[in-house]
């Protein structure tokens, strides 16, 4: 047994190690970007930008002739590059789940069907191979949201550069997690596809009202979580932040009368914030959501019509259809596969772009709208003073796939390593056929 022990030992030291950031130190230089065109994630651009940070945080925004280069120790040169606040992920088992086909590595579902006090920010594994990928694309900022349920659980905020998850987390618990059930189904009948209403929908609607109403008076019942001397429910103190203003309801839903009578369910319930993800039936509503001050994490622009009389290009118009009703919405990707198109979320952007927003809107769909709808604005989202210095520079548009390439990127003024196991693999595989190595 000793021998066959000392045998594996020695294969696992012998094994290649797979490719492994380690979390940047604190900024200790300040650094000035001179140059180059800087999205400010506020809707404007500045031509010749100087972006100024010291200690984590941004101290000058403005042009170039502007900066006193003399107040900085280190200044990058970005002329003809492109400066863009951090792109924030939203939605996202990033973290969670490692491998789809791995039982093992799978972490964002838990058992239960009401499970509000479930936290999916502790299970957020910084060690994750996927995370470098994102980060290269300029993700860097990101929402972990928990799966399945009725009530999923509490997502939270992370940044993608830590030794673990307490290093990494923005915000603990930023808001609870509802999968509004569903109000109709497809029948099929005599070789026609029948839309129907769900038999079942109207008993789960009465589970979800109840719970809440439940969760709604013991708030009431106990205005201070330490004034009473009863026992503590964990699961409606989860939820007390919902009718106080200081917590997110996020409802996953997409069909109209989904969304509408989640609209109506804020007012009934009394909770203050409500976010719709998924939302494809949102524009139609458009007017509503606007009025009663609810946002959209809008579903993958990259996908197909849910209908087949659909406009085959809706899914691309979405955001802007959004735009044009004043709605406040960011993009997100909750597709098949979240955690590897976690990549791509720029190049939904560029979508959205191509099919009429504008290139700032395109941007702010990414950063600030996100950090708006996930109450962290105040720190992140935009480049501006006293903001966190949570940024990247890129060679050419961040939002085309063709031209993507990150020089620079910091998370809190950290410079961070941009390498990753699939440049790793790239150019491993580059070298041994002779071939040019681009990247």
């Avoid at 594996?8 to 492994?20: D, E, N, R, V, Y």
């Avoid at 189904?185 to 005599?190: E, N, Q, S, V, Y």
């Avoid at 209403?197 to 019942?221: C, G, N, P, V, W």
């Amino acid at each position: 047994m000793r021998f066959i022990l000392l045998l594996i030992l020695a294969g696992l030291m012998t094994t290649p190690s797979l490719s492994q950031q380690t979390p940047a130190p604190a900024q200790a230089r300040s650094i000035l970007i001179l140059g180059g065109t800087a999205h400010l994630g506020t809707g404007d651009a500045i031509d010749d930008a100087a972006i100024g940070f010291r200690n984590g945080k941004i101290d000058f925004v403005g042009r170039t002739f502007q900066a006193d280069k003399s107040m900085y120790d280190d200044i990058i040169d970005a002329v003809g590059q492109q400066i863009y606040p951090g792109f924030i992920v939203a939605n996202t088992t990033l973290g969670l789940q490692e491998i789809g086909a791995v039982r093992a590595t799978q972490d964002q579902y838990e058992v239960g069907t009401f499970r509000p006090n479930v936290r999916a920010i502790i299970a957020f594994n910084t060690d994750s191979e996927i995370t470098p990928t994102v980060r290269t694309n300029g993700v860097l900022l990101g929402q972990i949201t928990p799966r399945s349920g009725v009530i999923s659980g509490a997502s939270g905020v992370v940044h993608f550069d830590g030794w673990n998850w307490e290093d990494a987390a923005i915000k603990m618990v930023d808001g609870i997690h509802l999968n509004w059930p569903s109000t109709h189904h497809k029948h099929a009948l005599d070789g026609k596809i029948d839309v129907r209403k769900r038999k079942t929908y109207e008993q789960a609607k009465h589970e979800i009202d109840r719970y809440f109403s439940d969760a709604r008076a013991y708030a009431l019942s106990r205005p201070d979580r330490l004034s009473s001397n009863s026992v503590m429910d964990v699961k409606h103190e989860a939820m007390r932040g919902l009718f106080d203003g200081s917590l997110a309801l996020y409802v996953h839903a997409s069909d109209v009368r989904a969304i509408t009578e989640a609209v109506h369910f804020k007012r009934e319930m009394g909770i203050k914030r409500l976010v719709i993800v998924g939302g494809y039936d949102a524009h139609l509503v458009a007017d509503m959501l606007r009025e009663n001050d609810v946002a959209v994490l809008l579903t993958s622009v990259h996908r197909l019509p849910r209908f087949p009389e659909d406009d085959i290009n809706l899914p691309f118009r979405l955001p802007k259809l959004l735009a044009d009703e004043g709605v406040l919405f960011g993009l997100q990707v909750d597709a098949r596969m979240t955690e590897m198109n976690t990549r791509n979320l720029p190049f939904y952007a560029g979508t959205a772009r191509k099919y009429g927003l504008t290139e700032e809107q395109a941007v702010m769909s990414l950063t600030r709208n996100v950090a708006k709808i996930l109450g962290i604005d105040d720190t992140y989202g935009t480049i501006e003073r006293g903001k966190d210095a949570t940024l990247f520079i890129s060679s050419g548009d961040a939002l085309d796939i063709r031209t993507n390439h990150l020089t620079h990127a910091f998370i809190g003024g950290r410079t961070i390593d941009l390498d990753n196991r699939q440049r790793e693999l790239y150019r491993k595989f580059q070298t041994k056929y002779g071939a040019e190595i681009l990247d």
